[in-house]
């Protein structure tokens, strides 16, 4: 149980395009997804959290025009780079938590390899 | 959230077992303990959680400290898919609790 999908695992596109990064919880209902950066040789960084129905939440920093998240139902979240840049080349990874519940464990999703050429 | 630190990097033989350490001077009474391990261009993996009480599960075993300031992740056989980076971090419970990942410690085992 508790998986967690992405779809792509994998994007290529232009500068300047827009990239969507689906998030899915498979066998259980999500109340809160989180979504996760991860440049190479570093650890992971919380971008933002969404809780269905709500507006999300971005940490210091990231810019909530340029990633854009929706979280429409209780299994899908999708996280949406708007113009990508080369800078915005990284590793996007997405988590979903079923709680609130004993210790709150988030399940993570296989992660979305973004390439801006 | 309160810090962890955990030593950079460790190696282990195939078939021992393996402790990795963490510690959390600064836990809060609240916080709970969690250890996820991510293999390269993966997403990290749930590997255990605890609060006050040693926990076991089918991966692996969480020794925490009587004073909770320090926590030990036990890998009873290890093998070479167990070759990953582990981060322990702390979290607190409740609707606006969220991970926050360092640098964690590579795992490095060998055959």
């Known amino acids: 149980g508790a998986v967690v999908s992405q779809h792509p695992s994998r994007v290529i596109c232009k500068s300047g395009t827009s990239v969507k990064i689906e998030c899915r919880s498979l066998d259980f209902q999500a109340t809160t997804m989180f979504w996760y950066r991860q440049f190479p040789k570093q650890s992971l960084m919380l971008m933002a959290t969404s809780n269905e129905g709500s507006k999300a939440t971005y940490e210091q920093g990231v810019e909530k025009d340029k990633f854009l998240i929706n979280h429409a139902s209780l299994t899908l979240s999708t996280l949406t780079v708007t113009s990508a840049h080369p800078e915005d080349s990284s590793f996007y990874i997405c988590?979903?938590?079923?709680?609130?519940?004993?210790?709150?464990?988030?399940?993570f999703g296989p992660g979305t390899r973004l390439t801006v050429l | 959230d309160a810090k962890t630190t955990q030593p950079n990097s460790m190696e282990s033989n195939e078939e021992e077992p393996v402790h990795l350490p963490c510690n959390h001077s600064t836990i809060s009474g609240t916080d709970y303990i969690h250890w996820y391990r991510q293999l390269p261009s993966q997403g990290p993996e749930y590997v255990i959680h605890?609060?006050?009480s040693n926990v076991n599960n089918r991966m692996a075993s969480l020794a925490i400290a009587e004073d909770r300031k320090s926590s030990t992740l036990i890998l009873h056989r290890a093998t070479l898919r167990d070759a990953a980076v582990y981060y322990c971090?702390?979290?607190?419970?409740?609707?606006?609790?969220?991970?926050?990942f360092g640098k964690g410690i590579t795992l490095s085992v060998r055959p």
């Open positions: 605890g609060l006050t």
């Open positions: 971090i702390l979290s607190g419970a409740g609707a606006n609790s969220k991970l926050t």
């Open positions: 988590s979903a938590r079923d709680g609130p519940g004993w210790g709150d464990t988030q399940y």
